[in-house]
T-cell receptor, first 113, second 113 residues
Framework: GAGVSQTPSNKVTEKGKYVELRCDPISGHTALYWYRQSLGQGPEFLIY????????DSGLPNDRFFAVRPEGSVSTLKIQRTERGDSAVYLC???????????FGPGTRLTVL | RKEVEQDPGPFNVPEGATVAFNCTYS??????FFWYRQDCRKEPKLLMSVYSSGNEDGRFTAQLNRASQYISLLIRDSKLSDSATYLCVVTDWGSSNTGKLIFGQGTTLQVKP
């Protein structure tokens, strides 16, 4: 079956611009996670959705970052006023339940010039 | 101090060698433990879960020492295809049972012919 998909695969933007990153989880998976991976580091947790609601957004670095999952399936991570330090690979993962294995998408590589 | 600490390496070993990776975690309340594998410019994939009793999957053996808050991965008879970054991961359930993953920095393994 289809895995987790993410679009775009690459995004180059200029400092100060707004970007949206999309995640399409595995069908039937209620838990959805966003992580950010900087070069040479492991992924860092950003936000967790159970269904439509953000159950844990403790990893969002500041209020420029926001994510939604309006119908409990596709999720969008939104970054306002991008900064060069936001450059990273943004990974999405989904699982059937929070205590099940998480399956990762291929990531979106964001570059802020 | 990072919640999960690993030696980033790289570990350069010849084919057929046995290699061991270790990591330590700081949160004694962590409940689930994993090793993930990440190939260059790819998403992380679950390699194996880690239990106190130890578990083995073919050439791979993982061990957890809760008292020392220490996790290990042993790879026997290394293959060229084992070359990758190995991420030590714990689950932080916290108060909301999110299942979010806390990753170490990763240890890079390069197996040489």
């Amino acid at each position: 079956g289809a895995g987790v998909s993410q679009t775009p695969s690459n995004k180059v933007t200029e400092k100060g611009k707004y970007v949206e990153l999309r995640c399409d989880p595995i069908s039937g998976h209620t838990a959805l996670y966003w992580y950010r991976q900087s070069l040479g580091q492991g992924p860092e947790f950003l936000i967790y959705f159970q269904g439509t609601g953000a159950a844990d957004d403790s990893g969002l670095p500041n209020d420029r970052f926001f994510a939604v999952r309006p119908e409990g399936s596709v999720s969008t991570l939104k970054i306002q006023r991008t900064e060069r330090g936001d450059s990273a690979v943004y990974l999405c993962a989904s699982s059937y339940r929070p205590d099940n294995e998480q399956f990762f998408g291929p990531g979106t590589r964001l570059t802020v010039l | 101090r990072k919640e999960v600490e690993q030696d980033p390496g790289p570990f350069n070993v010849p084919e057929g060698a046995t290699v061991a990776f270790n990591c330590t975690y700081s949160n004694s309340a962590s409940q689930s433990f994993f090793w993930y594998r990440q190939d260059c410019r790819k998403e992380p994939k679950l390699l194996m879960s880690v239990y106190s009793s130890g578990n083995e999957d073919g050439r791979f053996t993982a061990q957890l020492n809760r008292a020392s808050q220490y996790i290990s991965l042993l790879i026997r008879d290394s293959k060229l295809s084992d070359s990758a970054t190995y991420l030590c991961v714990v689950t932080d359930w916290g108060s909301s049972n999110t299942g979010k993953l806390i990753f170490g920095q990763g240890t890079t393994l390069q197996v040489k012919p």
